[in-house]
C-alpha cells in the first residue's frame, strides 16, 4: 500500500475543498445553527412561548401522549421536572438524535462531490490518473480525506452540543443532560458508517455527474433516510436508546462494509477520467 | 540490439460502437521523438491511455519499458510522464504546491522533493512565482508548469498530449524549446501526440499518422516523403545562355516532368514526379552539354505528406 501517495492526496484533496466557500460555509454554518444555536432556542423557546401564550395545558397533554409511547427508562429521566423541562430534555437529548447524523453525512457528502465531481469538473482528475497508484489505493485515498473530516467534524459539533446544552441546562435546571451512552454510541459508532455510507453514494453518483453542482443536488436525496429516523423519533414510532443505536450502527456498519467491498472490486480509474 | 520502449501490436479499443483504436501495431525505439499525428478523434489520446494502463484494451497486445500496462500499471506510470492537453493542475495551489504534492504521488525520494522541485521551477522560469496560485499563470505559464510537473520523476518515457494546441505561437516555442532541451538533457523518449505539423517536423525522428483509429502511415519524414508524395517542385539553374536549350530537353521528358517548364527571373521552375527522376534529368541535361548550377528540390514539409497520407490535397 502507497500510504505516501494515499497521504498526499488526502492532504491535497483537504487543503483545495478549504479554498471552497462553497463547500465551507454550509460546512461550518449548519453544525453552528443545529449544535449552537438550537438548543438555546430549545431549552428557553418553549417557556417563552408558554409565558406569552399561556397554553401550559396543551402543551402538557402533547408531552404525556408522547411519554406513553416511550420506554420506561426513558420515562424514569424526564420524572421529576416541569413540562416545560420535559419538552426541552426531550428535545435536546433524544430529539436532536437522528438530526446530529446529517452532520457527517452533509460533510461527507460534500466533500466527496469536490473530490470526484469537483475534480472531474476542474479538470484535475486526469494527471491524478496517470500517477503510479493502484486502483484501489486511489479509491482509498479519495475516500480517506472526506471521511476522516466528516468524523472529526461530527466530534466537533458533538462537543460544541454538549457544552451548549449543558449550558443551558445548568441555567434552566441545574443539570448536566449530556453527554450519556446513547449519544456517545452515536457519535463514535454511528457517525463513521453514516459518513461512510454518504460518501460511497457520492462516489458513484460523481462519476457519472457533470460536475460539483450536479453531483451534490443528485447525492442531496442521502438525507432522506436521516429525516425519516427524524420523523419517528418525534412522532414516537421509534427512540433513540442506546439498545437501539448500536443495533442501528451494525446494521449500517454491515451495508457500508457490503457496499465499500463491491463498489472497490467495480472501481476502475478509467470510470474518473474524461470523455475525449 | 535494444528493445523497443513501445510495442504495440494489433491494439484495439472500442466505446459501443465507436472504435477509438483499430488494430494498432508499431514500436518505438528508446531515444526517439516519436511523433503520433491524427487530427481529432483520431484515436491519439486514447492510445497513450492505453499505453499507461488507463484504460483497457478491448483486443491486442503492448508493452512499454517491457511491462504490461494492464497488469504492471503503477510500476510502469512510476516511469512514464504524460503532458495532457489541458494542464490538469491544481489552480487553487501554488506552483510550489503543485509540483511539491506531485513529488510526493510519485514518492520521490523525501530529502530530493525539495531540491528536485527548485531545480524545475528555475529551469522552467517560474521560481519567482512559485508560491502563487496558478490560476493567476498565463496558459504558457500553465502548460510550463505541467511539464515541469511530467518530469518531476525523470520518466524514461514522456508522452505529450497536444501540448501547445491552447498556446500562442510565442508560448508554443518556449514549450517545443524545452521539449527539445529536456528530452536531450533528461534522455527519454518522447511519444508526441500532436496535430501541429510544423511541431512535429522540427521535433520527430518518425511519425505515425493516424486517422479514425487506424495507422495510416509509419516512418521518418523523409521516408513518408518518399512514399507518398508524388510531385516535386524543382528548380534549376543553368548557364545564362543555356536555358532555353535546357528547357527544350526537359519538355523531351513528359513522364518525368508533369508541368510545363517555365522560366522565372534566370531559374527554371519544374514540377517532377518525384525524387528519383532527378538524377535522371540531370544526367540527361549534362549529356547535352548544360551547365547546371544548381538543381534543387524544394524542401516537402509534412503538411504535405500528412495530407497526402489522408488523400488530401496531393
Known amino acids: ?276 | 540490439m535494444k528493445l523497443p520502449v513501445i510495442q504495440i501490436s494489433n491494439l484495439t479499443r472500442r466505446f459501443g460502437e465507436n472504435v477509438a483504436v483499430n488494430n494498432l501495431s508499431l514500436d518505438v525505439e528508446p531515444g526517439e521523438i516519436f511523433g503520433f499525428l491524427g487530427h481529432n478523434g483520431a484515436g491519439k489520446t486514447t492510445t497513450v491511455r492505453l499505453l499507461n494502463g488507463v484504460y483497457q484494451p478491448s483486443s491486442g497486445a503492448m508493452r512499454v519499458l517491457g511491462l504490461d500496462p494492464q497488469m504492471d500499471g503503477p510500476a510502469l506510470r512510476a516511469q512514464t510522464g504524460v503532458l495532457t492537453e489541458t494542464p490538469c493542475l491544481d489552480e487553487r495551489l501554488s506552483a510550489l504546491d503543485n509540483l511539491t504534492y506531485c513529488a510526493n504521488l510519485f514518492s520521490l525520494p523525501q530529502s530530493e522533493v525539495k531540491s528536485r522541485v527548485h531545480q524545475l521551477l528555475t529551469e522552467f522560469e517560474l521560481a519567482d512565482r512559485a508560491g502563487e496560485k496558478v490560476s493567476g499563470f498565463s496558459k504558457g505559464m500553465k502548460q510550463s508548469l505541467a511539464l515541469a510537473r511530467a518530469l518531476i520523476h525523470r520518466p524514461k518515457v514522456l508522452f505529450l498530449d497536444e501540448p501547445t494546441s491552447s498556446l500562442d505561437p510565442v508560448a508554443a516555442r518556449h514549450v517545443n524549446d524545452l521539449i527539445e532541451r529536456l528530452t536531450l538533457s533528461e534522455g527519454c523518449t518522447v511519444f508526441l501526440c500532436t496535430h501541429n505539423l510544423i511541431e512535429a517536423q522540427r521535433l520527430c525522428n518518425r511519425v505515425a499518422v493516424m486517422e479514425h483509429g487506424r495507422l495510416k502511415a509509419l516512418g521518418t519524414p523523409a521516408e513518408l516523403t518518399r512514399k507518398y508524395i508524388k510531385r516535386l517542385n524543382v528548380e534549376l539553374e543553368t548557364d545564362e545562355g543555356q536555358e532555353n536549350h535546357a528547357l527544350q530537353i526537359l519538355q523531351e521528358y513528359p513522364k518525368l516532368v508533369l508541368s510545363a517548364p517555365a522560366l522565372e527571373k534566370g531559374v527554371i521552375k519544374i514540377t517532377v514526379s518525384g525524387r528519383d527522376v532527378i538524377p535522371q534529368l540531370l544526367s540527361s541535361l549534362v549529356q547535352a552539354g548544360i551547365s547546371v548550377y544548381r538543381l534543387a528540390p524544394q524542401e516537402v514539409n509534412l503538411e504535405e505528406v500528412y495530407f497526402a497520407v489522408n488523400g488530401g490535397l496531393q
Do not use: C
Open chain 1, 1 to 276: 500500500m502507497n500510504k505516501r501517495a494515499i497521504l498526499a492526496i488526502v492532504n491535497k484533496d483537504l487543503k483545495v475543498v478549504a479554498q471552497n466557500k462553497g463547500v465551507v460555509i454550509p460546512i461550518i454554518v449548519i453544525p453552528l445553527i443545529l449544535f449552537v444555536i438550537f438548543p438555546w432556542a430549545m431549552m428557553f423557546g418553549p417557556a417563552l412561548a408558554n409565558d406569552s401564550l399561556g397554553n401550559t395545558q396543551s402543551l402538557e397533554s402533547q408531552i404525556g401522549q408522547l411519554m406513553i409511547t416511550m420506554p420506561a427508562a426513558l420515562q424514569n429521566e424526564f420524572a421529576g421536572h416541569s413540562i416545560t423541562q420535559k419538552m426541552s430534555i426531550f428535545l435536546l437529548v433524544y430529539g436532536l438524535a437522528p438530526m446530529f447524523l446529517i452532520i457527517p453525512l452533509m460533510v461527507s457528502s460534500v466533500l466527496a462531490a469536490d473530490s470526484f465531481a469537483g475534480e472531474k469538473e476542474r479538470k484535475t482528475l486526469e494527471a491524478l490518473l496517470y500517477s503510479p497508484i493502484t486502483d484501489r489505493e486511489l479509491f482509498i485515498a479519495k475516500l480517506l480525506g472526506p471521511w476522516s473530516a466528516s468524523v472529526v467534524i461530527g466530534l466537533i459539533s458533538f462537543l460544541l452540543y454538549v457544552v451548549m446544552v449543558d449550558l443551558a441546562g445548568w441555567i434552566e435546571m441545574k443539570e448536566l443532560l449530556l453527554p450519556n451512552w446513547m449519544w456517545i454510541t452515536l457519535v463514535l459508532w454511528v457517525s463513521p458508517a453514516v459518513a461512510g455510507l454518504g460518501l460511497v453514494v457520492m462516489v458513484f453518483v460523481s462519476a457519472r455527474a457533470q460536475g460539483f453542482q450536479d453531483a451534490y443536488q443528485t447525492g442531496g436525496m442521502v438525507v432522506l433516510p436521516v429525516l425519516a429516523l427524524m420523523v419517528g423519533q418525534m412522532t414516537g414510532v421509534m427512540f433513540f436508546t442506546v439498545e437501539f443505536v448500536l443495533i442501528l450502527g451494525l446494521a449500517l456498519w454491515m451495508l457500508l462494509i457490503t457496499w465499500l467491498w463491491q463498489a472497490s472490486k467495480r472501481f476502475q480509474r478509467e470510470q474518473l477520467m474524461p470523455k475525449g
